[in-house]
Nanobody, 127 residues
Framework: QAQLVESGGGLVQAGGSLRLSCAAS????????MGWFRQAPGKEREFVATINQSGMILNYADSVKGRFTISRDNARNTVYLQMNSLKPEDTAVYSCAAVAQDSSWFVPTRDHAYDYWGQGTQVTVSS
């Protein structure tokens, strides 16, 4: 069972950058596909980016492609989300999620596929 703790959120001006981190407990982090999702006030939670166990297969929402980068360090049990060129519409609570998988060729992008979730970290982008 994985426990996830996010950090790195905050207030930033439009055009700025933030790096989110998600630290996972347990000794099987390398067997989890990981994802970042976000939820803005009054909106449903949406997919942001996902990464497979090895870090070789990445998926991004169209709204963040070219601006956000997901990565992972299996030795540190941590997944990251580097966010550049932030926009006010990126304002949301960002949560990381994990799912244990036997296969590493498919990485789900739907939130209901993930079993473990962090508490979330607030990202606010001012205009």
């Amino acid at each position: 069972q994985a426990q996830l703790v996010e950090s790195g959120g905050g207030l930033v001006q439009a055009g700025g950058s933030l790096r989110l981190s998600c630290a996972a407990s347990g000794r099987t982090f390398s067997s989890y596909a990981m994802g970042w999702f976000r939820q803005a006030p009054g909106k449903e939670r949406e997919f942001v980016a996902t990464i497979n166990q090895s870090g070789m297969i990445l998926n991004y929402a169209d709204s963040v492609k070219g601006r956000f980068t997901i990565s992972r360090d299996n030795a540190r049990n941590t997944v990251y989300l580097q966010m550049n060129s932030l926009k006010p519409e990126d304002t949301a609570v960002y949560s990381c999620a994990a799912v244990a998988q036997d296969s590493s060729w498919f990485v789900p992008t739907r939130d209901h596929a993930y079993d473990y979730w962090g508490q979330g970290t607030q990202v606010t982008v001012s205009s």
